[in-house]
């Protein structure tokens, strides 16, 4: 019998799936197990090689947007544009460098009926790597020290009270451990080319790496939570393989973040905890992780519960979900023909 859910049309960004995967397909996959057939899922991209564009059994169909520097205004327009094609109900943006924007835009997608689930600027800003420190120093969090470096000069700064090894840190993505000053002034050099300054210097901690996916509320509240502690992590330090575990404190954590930011949507926390039991706090990530899939696996499917809110429904918190469900990402190549690749490059759909 048809519901409200039988004929969904949600958006969805971060189609790659490279070696630095974005978590879009993840979400997809969940909300295709979530809704079934009568769910129609349009992926938009950035560039015309995310591969989630050529799986045409996940995604139906493909615009491309404006990248985050063009701003809001192009944004909105090319959003109205897909919205008068395909009646969007949700959008679930998944990129941390988009956010500012898809938050500035909410109060208009919502007159155009398009819902979302995302948090305020103000809580976006709190968990910024460039705040993080003074945020867990203010709530009472464990974060490792850090510095913000913005002129290669300041890395002398961070070697000498952090000594090496150190953490290097892009604003928005990618981390490097690093030995030497030689290896710290070239991620330095990187991060700064691919993401600008500042460049985050973070004091080096040993330990468990896990990680925290969760959804807030939006009132001080989760309405799930599950964690992983990783098993296989690649260079960049993403995980590539993992095993969901229950731990009373890491759940209590997560609490703790939700109640000290209210937070609203999704997010993940990167965890390190030390031989003392301490849980370090590395990065809050605003929105779903790559793995998020997991959380479908154990019992918890965040997408689905999100979609849910965003549409104004009363979801009832997760008490549960399974420990030790494993996951173990793979790739593989996908055949598709140059002429798709040449129509979304020249028309920005397919």
Not at 77 to 106: C, M, T, W
Not at 277 to 295: D, K, M, Q, S
């Amino acid at each position: 019998m048809p519901n409200k859910y039988s004929n969904l049309c949600i958006a969805v960004t971060g189609l790659n799936a490279n070696d630095n995967p974005g978590p879009g397909m993840a979400v997809i996959r969940s909300l295709r197990e979530a809704f079934g057939a009568g769910l129609r899922v349009i992926g938009l991209s950035y560039e015309s090689l995310e591969p989630g564009i050529y799986l045409r059994e996940h995604v139906n169909k493909t615009y491309q947007i404006p990248y985050p520097t063009e701003g809001t205004s192009a944004l909105l327009e090319r959003l109205g544009y897909i919205h008068q094609q395909e009646n969007l109900d949700v959008i679930i943006p998944n990129f941390d460098s988009e956010l500012f924007n898809f938050i500035k835009v909410a109060p208009q997608l919502q007159q155009m009926s398009i819902a979302t689930l995302l948090p305020s600027q103000q809580q976006l800003a709190l968990r910024d790597k460039v705040n993080l420190k003074d945020f867990g120093t203010k709530n009472g969090f464990y974060v490792p020290a850090d510095h913000k470096i913005y002129h290669a000069d300041d890395l002398k700064k961070a070697a000498d009270e952090f000594n090496f090894p150190m953490v290097i840190k892009g604003k928005f993505y990618d981390a490097y451990v690093v030995y030497t000053m030689d290896q710290a002034l070239k991620a330095f050099h990187q991060l700064n080319a691919t993401w600008g300054v500042p460049v985050i210097a973070q004091q080096y901690i040993t330990g468990t790496e896990i990680n925290i996916a969760a959804l807030g509320d939006g009132k001080g509240n989760n309405t799930s939570v599950v964690a992983m502690r990783k098993l296989y992590i690649t260079d960049k330090g993403k995980a590539w393989a993992g095993v969901t575990i229950k731990e009373d404190k890491l759940i209590e954590l997560a609490g703790n973040f939700a109640k000290a930011t209210n937070w609203k949507g999704g997010y993940e926390m990167e965890i390190m905890s030390n031989a003392e039991g301490h849980l370090y706090i590395l990065e809050i990530n605003p929105r779903f992780p790559a793995w998020i899939y997991l959380t479908a696996g154990a019992g918890q499917n965040q997408p689905e519960a999100m979609v849910k809110m965003a549409l104004g429904d009363d979801v009832l918190p997760y008490t549960d979900y399974q420990a030790g469900k494993l996951f173990v990402r793979y790739s593989w190549d996908h055949i598709a023909d140059i002429s798709d690749f040449q129509h979304i490059s020249v028309f920005g759909e397919l």
